[in-house]
């Protein structure tokens, strides 16, 4: 009697459903906590937060969620003890080609050492602050989703 039960296949379809919908949330949370941290929380002067509450909005998100969002990034919610910084890293590919990394991050330290370990495995190393940078102007963004093979667990946005 294999396969007859409907709560079993509405738990699994639900739980497939929340988990998207969960990356989702926190994906556009970061961006509305990073972009009150650094233009401040009032979205008529922060272009930055305006755009990403209305993704969050597009994308269905509680106004409860954007608040908490906005209040952590502001720092006026609690104890803020994850909080999120972009960090810009440097360094130098296979070849000598110059790479530029801006990443959003919780922990310095991991990510830097995570870097430092992809660019080792993959024939660059990782530069100084401003080794590469002199040579980039920002004309585009290209974003990486998924999962990598160095990453395993974390995910890279």
């Known amino acids: 009697m294999a396969g ?4 079993a296949n509405i738990k699994r379809q639900k739980a497939r459903v929340d988990a998207v919908k969960g990356k ?15 233009g401040g929380a ?14 969050a909005k597009a994308s269905g998100i509680p106004n409860d969620n954007i608040d908490r969002a906005i209040a952590k990034g502001s720092g006026t919610f609690g104890a803020d003890d994850n909080s999120l910084e972009e960090i810009r890293y440097e360094g130098y590919g296979p070849g000598g080609v110059a790479i530029l990394i801006e990443a959003l ?12 370990a992809a660019f080792g495995k993959n024939g660059g190393n990782l530069g100084e602050t401003g080794c590469v940078g002199w040579m980039f ?3 585009g963004v290209v974003a990486v989703k998924g999962k990598t093979k160095l990453q395993g667990k974390r995910e890279i946005f």
């Open 105 to 116: 991050t919780d922990n310095r330290n991991r990510t830097a050492a995570d870097l430092r």
């Open 4 to 7: 007859h039960s409907k709560w």
């Open 137 to 139: 102007d920002q004309k």
């Open 42 to 55: 009032d979205p008529n002067a922060n272009f930055q937060l305006r755009t990403a509450i209305d993704k």
């Open 24 to 38: 989702t949330f926190a994906k556009m949370s970061r961006a509305i906590i990073v972009a009150a941290r650094t």
